[in-house]
């Protein structure tokens, strides 16, 4: 046995250096935000090469924004009012009323396009929440000036209920700031305004409605919310002006992806001048 292999002779010494370290060389920078069209292909791949459903991230998205109406709502005697697309959105909004539901919050789920097609993700978990007997009802009849407030303190809750929850997952990085709002949107998003304004609280998914993921551009009708849960990474269109003063506060849960999964599959980032540096942080 050589000294160098015998488990008593220093395994780092002069006689006996360890080999040299290789010195780090980042591979790649980290990215901050992500535009529609980078979001498309991050979802693409997670479904194709990883073959990761798109029900699970679903699910993922909806149980993240069933936990935030629970800290915004403060109290279960707190009515949460969930508006649905027909998109991912939509997919997530009827999972989270669907576990919110379980969990004894009273929930509702307002349709705001209760005669238009669903995607095949969104069919399947609109059914699931019938089926546990989650309200659906069309959009167009909800009344922002008669719903049942909170009760602030009942004999079993300890925190202070808001009047309400408002979740808007009606459209996400789909919307181009080039295509208006139509004006039965419209009409839903200021009935959602007008709650705002008597005092509930309103939580995009994604990004609100009507605000361009990929230049910030806002629309006339768009929502204003008091927090947006973007996943994966803050969407361009919510870390610049106009557009991010309609998110309010943005948080980034996760869906059960890995954290540096957008650099995984879209490699280095890309720098064309009309994108800033997006080594430094966004503006907050």
């Known amino acids: 046995m050589r000294k160098n292999e015998s488990p008593f002779w220093p395994q780092k010494s002069i006689l006996n250096p360890p080999p040299p370290r290789v010195p780090y060389e980042p591979v790649r920078r980290v990215r901050k935000t992500l535009t529609r069209e980078e979001q498309r292909e991050v979802d693409r791949v997670a479904a194709t090469k990883h073959q990761l459903p798109v029900a699970i991230l679903m699910e993922h998205a909806g149980l993240a924004v069933a936990n935030a109406c629970v800290v915004m709502a403060g109290a279960t005697t707190t009515p949460i009012h969930i508006f649905a697309g027909k998109g991912m959105n939509g997919g997530d909004s009827y999972v989270a009323a669907r576990i919110l539901k379980a969990w004894g919050y009273k929930v509702t789920i307002w349709d705001c396009f209760p005669n238009d097609a669903h995607t095949a993700a969104v069919k399947v978990n609109r059914a699931v929440a019938e089926s546990f007997d989650v309200p659906i009802r069309p959009a167009s009849e909800f009344d922002p000036a008669i719903w049942q407030a909170g009760i602030s303190r009942m004999i ?20 181009e700031f080039s295509r208006p709002l139509p004006p039965g949107l419209c009409a839903i998003t200021s009935k959602i305004e007008e709650g705002h304004i008597r005092g509930a609280r309103v939580i995009s998914i994604d990004i609100p409605t009507g605000v361009d993921c ?7 009708g768009a929502v204003s919310a008091d927090m947006t849960l973007s996943f994966i990474l803050p969407k361009y269109g919510i870390t610049i002006a106009p557009g991010k003063n309609k998110a309010g506060q943005v948080r980034v849960p996760t869906i059960g992806l890995p954290i540096n999964f957008a650099d995984m599959v879209l490699g280095p980032i890309p720098e064309p001048k009309d994108r800033p540096d997006e080594t430094k942080a966004p503006e907050a």
């Open 156 to 175: 079993h809750e300890q925190e202070p209920g808001m009047p309400c929850v408002i979740v808007d997952g009606i459209i996400g990085t789909g919307y």
């Open 214 to 220: 990929n230049t910030g551009e806002v629309d006339p």
